[in-house]
């Protein structure tokens, strides 16, 4: 087993070989007969033909035939690729409106031909508002999972390898922040701080980390206890090589799939906070901004108002849930397929 | 047990001392209910009020007496509604209970029917069904959902058919035999989102008990499969899903924050909301201490349950 290579590259990879090579059909040791072996009681060779798979190869294997993430992660794509190109959409293609160009006149149409998602009571065209209003959507939803991903992972790893005084006080403190009510917390902190888009961001990855610092914490405790680590501080790493070279990388599934929890909360939560008026603040614009906006529309020949920004907030969330749960069914090495 | 009780509430007491003191503080801070006052014509009404309400004192010298005070079972009033707080929350109690007990019965019993069916039916046309249902159930909005369900309840269908709307959608009802028009819509909102999360749960613990030795022994015994799932795995599968029912019950103590504004029902969230907004620092405490009380004792509540039916669980 290799300790300290270069662990450039996906970190999976090197996880899984390292947890079970026999499973990956590599053998641990190459196989030499024994200058002590009696003559004559030479075992057979082991067969070898087979194609040695690393654990990298199995986990791409068995998330690729989770048909239903796949799908999401091109659907996902799509949105992103149009959200964020939406400026060059504008630009070369008729369907896109610029961003807040309004037709008063026009007032609010519904859907048709030129105005695909139908125009808002400005006269603005509603589908390319959803595109610029994805931008904050989909980016509160990546920051944070990315923040509190970070977070619950350092806060998790520090306390679960040093233990101790560390270990204490770390836990208390996600003990404190699992028992405040998040939304005292995030109504409080959004009044303070006003509902910028970065301050929502920062709110809502600091009540996101705990889950995954708890997990990552025990998975730690347990991972440090074995040979290979033993090994790598024989070598001279030093502790923060070791956690981030060898142990973390063995904790790669439960932080990825806390983290796809992370966008599909962060993204659920933004919208029922602009439902109550702490969300983002104009002029910038979410799916859950835009929802919040067109509230009061049932009823009314405008309900399709509220159609279509609920809409995109249940495909993207829909979309992180299948890639989150394919991923799950991937990590779990019981499930080979 | 005794111990792990007691220490336990020790605990809790600590946790409900520390929420207390950052809603109380933090409320403070952030909001000045004699704001409102400052363009007033008489100019020494905002120093009254202030004075009134004790605002002239420091933040932590309030919190101090707010805490003596409520250690003697005294929550003080409302600076909103000059009411006492145990009142209105206890009124307020009322108002969710009605959304949130039917709830909790109706989707206890679909959870563990849908559970159940797709447990048996693995990978069936019907289990598919419902789980692509719980994924779309977990991942809407859930005013959104609120929002559709009032207009294709109300207006979409009724009007289809040129009827008269059936169902309410603002508050509660006034007469018992109206609750069923005005709490259908909200309660399917709650129903819908939590029987997605708790029928996936029961699916997947009777699924892992299924392989057990000791339902393999059943089977061979000749004990039929419908027997043997009703009685043999779902004693065991049942207690997870009890379990996150505790849970989830202590958290929604804290009303449906978001259903209950959507359907203007004036419960729990709605004091919530109403607090916050007002920056009534007594109100707002505490509703968050009755909250975080029945978190922690319902969480408590599942530990103990976990433990009784479960002899493997030890309390420590």
Sequence with gaps: MTVGRDFSGIPGEDRLEQIDPVAAGVPTRPVSPSPHEAPGTHHEPIDLSGTPRSQWYLFRRRFLRHRLAITSIFVLLLLILMCFGAGLLQRFTPFVAPAGKQ?????????SGSHWFGTDQLGRDYFSEMLYAGRTSLLIGLVVAFLSTVIGTAI?????????????ILMRLTDLFLVLPSLIVLALA???????????????????????????????RSIKEKEFIEAARAGGASARQIIVKHVLPNCIGPIVVAATLAVVQAILVESALSYLGYGVKPPATSWGSMLADSKGYFGT????????PGLAILLTVLCVNFIGDGLRDAFDPKSRL | ?????????????????????VTFIGISIVADPTARLAQNRDPLARARMRTELGLDQPVLNRYGSWVTSAATGDFGKSWQKKDSVIDILMNAMKY?????????????????????YSAIRQYSAGDYFFTGASFVGISMPQFWFALILIEIFVFTIPSAFGMDPYFRFIGIGDTLGDRFRYLFLPVCVLVVQIVAEWSRYHRASLLDIMPSDYIRSAYARGVPKRTVILKHATKNALVPLVVIMAIDAGLIVG??????QVFSIPGMGRVFIEALEYGDAPMLTAWVVLTATAVVAFNLLADIVNAALD???RLA
């Design chain 2, 311 to 313: 002899p493997r669980v």
């Design chain 1, 190 to 220: 959004l009044r303070y701080f006003g509902g910028s888009v970065v301050v929502i961001e920062l709110v809502l990855a600091a009540l996101f980390w705990m889950g995954l610092a708890r997990i990552v914490r025990s998975q730690v």
């Design chain 2, 255 to 260: 009303g449906l924050v978001v259903t209950e």
């Design chain 2, 1 to 21: 047990m005794l111990r792990f009780i007691l220490r336990r509430l020790v605990y809790s007491f600590v946790v409900l001392l520390v929420a207390s003191a």
């Design chain 2, 96 to 116: 969710t209970a009605w959304l949130v007990i039917p709830g909790f019965i109706i989707a206890a019993v679909l959870a563990f029917a849908i559970g159940t």
């Design chain 1, 156 to 168: 998790g790893a520090v306390a679960g390898y040093f233990g101790g005084i560390a270990d204490q």
């Design chain 1, 103 to 111: 037709n008063l006149e026009l007032g609010a149409v519904g859907p």
């Design chain 1, 301 to 308: 020949d405008q309900a399709y108002l509220i159609w279509f």
